[in-house]
């Protein structure tokens, strides 16, 4: 298994400009989450999706954020418009629905975004 | 609601000494509880997790950890490290619910020094 997937590894963006980040997770997983890591403020649950459809979008820190999950195999992170504070790592986690997964996530290696 | 409190942000030690690496939890529930590393520029990978059962629970890598319920806690160790174990350490906890999101610590450093 080729694990979960995201692009691009690195993105380096002016600040105003939109950023779009994607994930794809394990095939047959059925929740996805994205988090965001930083210095400050450590690992941070951003928004989880269960069945494709977003369950708790409770830490997207403002409006300028938006993810989608368009179909089991896909999902996208947007920052409209983009700001030097947004730099960080952002990763993308899925989990097995199986009741023996056990709530484990697996996670991809992540986005670092640097907004100038 | 959860909480996972790891007081130790840095551990420094030498190589081949032993380490823990201490994780508190908070809930009101049953819980699920794992351990993952991430290694520099990379993602978290699981390292070890305690469902139920023998509350010594063995991972990657020769780490082991111990649940203990009436301290609520789920320690890291490893007898003796090596430079590679240098990396952030996160405990996490989930309720037994299925489709329960996991509540992560604040991390741990661990450097290994010569």
């Known amino acids: 298994d080729a694990g979960v997937i995201q692009s691009p590894r690195h993105e380096v963006t002016e600040m105003g400009q939109e950023v779009t980040l994607r994930c794809k997770p394990i095939s047959g997983h059925n929740s996805l989450f994205w988090y965001r890591q930083t210095m400050m403020r450590g690992l941070e649950l951003l928004i989880y999706?269960?069945?494709?459809?977003?369950?708790?979008d409770s830490g997207m820190p403002e409006d300028r954020f938006s993810a989608k999950m368009p179909n089991a195999s896909f999902s996208t992170l947007k920052i409209q418009p983009s700001e030097p504070r947004d730099s960080a790592v952002y990763f993308c986690?899925?989990?097995?629905?199986?009741?023996?997964?056990?709530?484990?996530?697996?996670f991809g290696p992540g986005t670092r975004l640097t907004v100038l | 609601a959860q909480s996972v409190t790891q007081l130790d942000s840095q551990v420094p030690v030498f190589e081949e000494a032993p380490v823990e690496l201490r994780c508190n939890y908070s809930?009101?529930?049953?819980?699920?509880l794992f351990w993952y590393v991430q290694y520099p520029n990379q993602g978290l990978q699981l390292l070890l997790k305690y469902l139920s059962g023998s509350t010594l629970v063995k991972g990657i890598n020769g780490f082991e950890a111990e649940f203990n319920k009436s301290q609520t806690s789920f320690h890291l160790r490893k007898p003796s490290v090596h430079i590679s174990d240098t990396a952030e350490y996160f405990c996490?906890?989930?309720?037994?619910?299925?489709?329960?999101?996991?509540?992560f610590g604040t991390g741990t450093r661990l450097q290994v020094t010569l």
């Open positions: 809930s009101s529930v049953s819980v699920y």
């Open positions: 999706f269960n069945n494709n459809v977003p369950i708790d």
């Open positions: 986690a899925s989990r097995d629905p199986g009741i023996r997964s056990y709530n484990e996530q697996f």
């Open positions: 996490a906890v989930t309720n037994t619910g299925t489709a329960s999101k996991l509540t």
